[in-house]
């Protein structure tokens, strides 16, 4: 079993920056990898980012790109979501994931935080 708590959301006006952290607890060794989701206000959950456990790897949706970073520092647990030049549209409880298995973190990923939420006034 493995536990995440994110923090780090808040208020930003647009164009500002926030970075999210996510801190893993319990059986983390058999994590691989780990990233974010997202869910705005009436819409459906969103992959967001993603990252493989030496960090080489990454994943972002096209929305974000060149604007969010993920980072991981594995001996801490944590990984983090540097979001630049934030838009209103990026208002949204952000979840951390993570999943020990190869190439579904983005669709499926086993295990969730409680979310922490963005909110980016225009």
């Known amino acids: 079993q493995v536990q995440l708590v994110e923090s780090g959301g808040g208020l930003v006006q647009a164009g500002g920056s926030l970075r999210l952290s996510c801190a893993a607890s319990g059986r983390t060794f058999s994590i691989y990898a780990m990233g974010w989701f997202r869910q705005a206000p009436g819409k459906e959950r969103e992959f967001v980012a993603s990252?493989?456990?030496?960090?080489?790897?990454?994943d972002y949706t096209d929305s974000v790109k060149g604007r969010f970073t993920i980072s991981r520092d594995n001996a801490k647990n944590t990984v983090y979501l540097q979001m630049n030049s934030l838009k209103p549209e990026d208002t949204a409880v952000y979840f951390c994931?993570?999943?020990?298995?190869?190439?579904?973190?983005?669709?499926?990923?086993?295990?969730w935080g409680q979310g922490t939420l963005v909110t980016v006034s225009s």
């Open positions: 994931v993570a999943d020990s298995r190869v190439g579904v973190i983005a669709t499926m990923p086993r295990y």
């Open positions: 990252s493989s456990w030496t960090g080489v790897n990454t």
